[in-house]
């Protein structure tokens, strides 16, 4: 009779009695397949929970899973010893050093060859534990036990079968994605660590472009970039996306801006789905991956204008202050200076310099000197000498627009749609303490090269329409 409901003390010892039977069968296979296994399943579900669960925890018990986990001859045993390792892995942070101080991981590299995705989902998940906190050789593990190798070819098979799903509107199999979704997390993992064999991961980024262009954008009410789309993006970040290798893949002849595409409706749909709290750690890399696809785009591709026309204010946006709605461009603005989320606004601000050109006078014209100024400033880029010019006409090349009509070069919305709230007339001391003011600042844009034009209240008093007020004057009551 199964005491699986049992806690506390009771718990304990059932907890110590099972590793240590499993122990002693090491040595003397003295269970049958089927109480192995069975004692397996027990362990598993006393494991979920730490609480009077220490033997599976120590170096004899992981040790025991261990072998259990690679050395059976047992498939079903070796899956159920590996479940209950990934937990003990997950839960305490011990355990992986203790898995590394065994020397299994080639054994957890060679099981990654195997075509299932049990096998590859756990075998993956105990390798992504060793990456955290232990002493794992990973350059090792690339270079003689051919983890990069397998960790591609798995993602090829990936590919391969989620595409055939796309083309036939099937769904793929659950475990197929949560094994994905574990590779990608690894290849994220293992080329921020190893960053001298990021060359060794190239060749996985044709199959990681096939799979975010296959798998179906999550339905409305689902985080957009919940497993496998999250990873896979996470995935593209430390990949040499100026490789000629991968060209042809993030720039297809027949839909070259298919990617981008797919991407930049992820990154809408994202800043409707996503906190500000969130936006950092799960938005920001998006951010990145568009920036570097539209950075590495031939410059004969229509990829770069399709992502400057998605992500830069339109002339129907500019009869407004810019940054004010729900379009993306205005989200992307608005989250310049979003205090909540200061790496994804560091993100955007390079991304919208970037669509730019990275040249600060189209910058501006863009998104208007007030977006800009903050970017510039903090990067020692140079304000532009005189907004004045194109932008003060209304052209923005960068926008697609060919409109002339004069734009606010400070909040970038047309001239003639600007309105202003109704207040009663001022007074002519009022209007006088106005008018030093505005002389004061305009002479200090001038100075900085903000702005290239004629100081207007110096020419007023040139043409004689300014006149100082005597010192007794007094307004007209009536």
């Not at 992504?128 to 003689?144: H, M, P, R």
């Given at each position: 009779?199964?005491?699986?409901?049992?806690?506390?003390?009771?718990?304990?010892?059932?907890?110590?009695?099972?590793?240590?039977?499993?122990?002693?069968?090491?040595?003397?296979?003295?269970?049958?397949?089927?109480e192995?296994?069975?004692?397996?399943?027990?362990?598993?579900?006393?494991?979920?929970?730490?609480?009077?669960?220490?033997?599976?925890?120590?170096?004899?018990?992981?040790?025991?899973?261990?072998?259990?986990?690679?050395?059976?001859?047992?498939?079903?045993?070796?899956?159920?010893?590996?479940?209950?390792?990934?937990?003990?892995?997950?839960?305490?942070?011990?355990?992986?050093q203790?898995?590394?101080?065994?020397?299994?991981?080639?054994?957890?590299?060679?099981?990654?060859?195997?075509?299932?995705?049990?096998?590859e989902?756990?075998?993956?998940?105990?390798?992504?534990?060793?990456?955290?906190g232990?002493?794992?050789?990973?350059?090792?593990?690339?270079?003689?036990?051919?983890?990069?190798?397998?960790?591609?070819?798995?993602?090829?098979?990936?590919?391969?079968?989620?595409?055939?799903?796309?083309?036939?509107?099937?769904?793929?199999?659950?475990m197929?994605?949560?094994?994905?979704?574990?590779?990608?997390?690894?290849?994220?993992?293992v080329?921020?660590?190893?960053?001298?064999?990021?060359?060794?991961?190239?060749?996985?980024?044709?199959?990681?472009?096939?799979?975010?262009?296959?798998?179906?954008?999550?339905?409305?009410?689902?985080?957009?970039?919940?497993?496998?789309?999250?990873?896979?993006?996470?995935?593209?970040?430390?990949?040499?996306?100026?490789?000629?290798?991968?060209?042809?893949?993030?720039?297809?002849?027949?839909?070259?801006?298919?990617?981008?595409?797919?991407?930049?409706?992820?990154?809408?749909?994202?800043?409707?789905?996503?906190?500000?709290?969130?936006?950092?750690?799960?938005?920001?890399?998006?951010?990145?991956?568009?920036?570097?696809?539209?950075?590495?785009?031939?410059?004969?591709?229509?990829?770069?204008?399709?992502?400057?026309k998605?992500?830069?204010?339109?002339?129907?946006?500019?009869?407004k202050?810019?940054?004010?709605?729900?379009?993306?461009?205005?989200?992307?603005?608005?989250?310049?200076?979003?205090?909540?989320?200061?790496?994804?606004?560091?993100?955007?601000?390079?991304?919208?310099?970037?669509?730019?050109?990275?040249?600060?006078?189209?910058?501006?014209?863009?998104?208007?000197?007030?977006?800009?100024?903050?970017?510039?400033?903090?990067n020692?880029?140079?304000?532009?000498?005189?907004?004045?010019?194109?932008?003060?006409k209304?052209?923005?090349?960068?926008?697609?627009?060919?409109?002339?009509?004069?734009?606010?070069?400070?909040?970038?919305?047309?001239?003639?749609?600007?309105?202003?709230?109704?207040?009663?007339?001022?007074?002519?001391?009022?209007?006088?303490?106005?008018?030093?003011?505005?002389?004061?600042?305009?002479?200090?844009?001038?100075?900085?090269?903000?702005?290239?034009?004629?100081?207007?209240?110096?020419?007023?008093?040139?043409?004689?329409?300014?006149?100082?007020?005597?010192?007794?004057?007094?307004?007209?009551?009536?």
């Amino acid at each position: 009779m199964s005491s699986i409901g049992v806690s506390g003390p009771a718990k304990l010892q059932a907890v110590t009695t099972l590793v240590n039977k499993l122990t002693e069968d090491l040595k003397s296979q003295s269970l049958s397949p089927e109480e192995r296994d069975k004692a397996l399943e027990e362990l598993k579900v006393y494991g979920r929970d730490p609480r009077n669960a220490d033997p599976i925890f120590t170096k004899q018990g992981i040790e025991t899973l261990t072998k259990h986990a690679f050395d059976s001859s047992s498939e079903t045993t070796s899956r159920n010893a590996l479940r209950v390792l990934c937990n003990a892995m997950l839960l305490i942070p011990e355990t992986r050093q203790r898995f590394v101080d065994l020397g299994y991981e080639s054994k957890a590299c060679e099981k990654l060859k195997n075509d299932n995705w049990d096998d590859e989902f756990l075998a993956t998940r105990v390798i992504f534990f060793s990456t955290y906190g232990t002493t794992v050789d990973l350059a090792k593990l690339i270079d003689e036990h051919h983890l990069a190798e397998s960790m591609v070819a798995n993602l090829a098979r990936h590919a391969s079968t989620i595409s055939e799903h796309a083309k036939n509107k099937t769904k793929p199999d659950p475990m197929e994605l949560m094994a994905l979704g574990e590779t990608l997390r690894l290849l994220f993992n293992v080329t921020s660590k190893c960053p001298s064999k990021l060359d060794c991961f190239t060749a996985a980024v044709p199959h990681i472009v096939t799979l975010l262009l296959s798998l179906d954008i999550p339905p409305k009410g689902t985080p957009p970039l919940e497993s496998p789309l999250g990873p896979l993006v996470n995935a593209l970040m430390n990949l040499k996306l100026d490789s000629e290798q991968v060209r042809s893949c993030l720039y297809p002849k027949d839909a070259p801006s298919s990617l981008a595409e797919k991407l930049i409706t992820l990154l809408h749909l994202s800043l409707k789905a996503y906190s500000d709290q969130e936006l950092d750690a799960t938005v920001t890399p998006l951010a990145c991956i568009i920036s570097s696809i539209y950075e590495n785009a031939p410059a004969d591709s229509p990829v770069r204008d399709f992502i400057r026309k998605s992500l830069l204010p339109s002339e129907e946006e500019r009869t407004k202050v810019l940054g004010k709605g729900d379009t993306l461009p205005a989200r992307l603005l608005a989250n310049m200076t979003n205090p909540i989320a200061p790496e994804f606004a560091r993100a955007v601000s390079h991304l919208l310099f970037n669509v730019s050109d990275k040249d600060a006078n189209r910058f501006v014209e863009n998104i208007g000197y007030g977006y800009a100024s903050g970017f510039l400033f903090q990067n020692n880029i140079p304000v532009p000498e005189g907004l004045g010019g194109d932008a003060e006409k209304g052209e923005s090349s960068q926008a697609g627009q060919s409109s002339r009509r004069a734009v606010n070069p400070i909040t970038g919305q047309f001239l003639d749609t600007e309105t202003f709230p109704d207040m009663p007339e001022m007074t002519m001391e009022e209007k006088e303490r106005e008018a030093e003011r505005l002389f004061v600042l305009f002479e200090r844009a001038r100075k900085l090269g903000i702005v290239n034009v004629e100081n207007p209240v110096a020419k007023a008093v040139q043409e004689g329409r300014f006149e100082e007020l005597p010192d007794d004057y007094e307004e007209d009551s009536d």
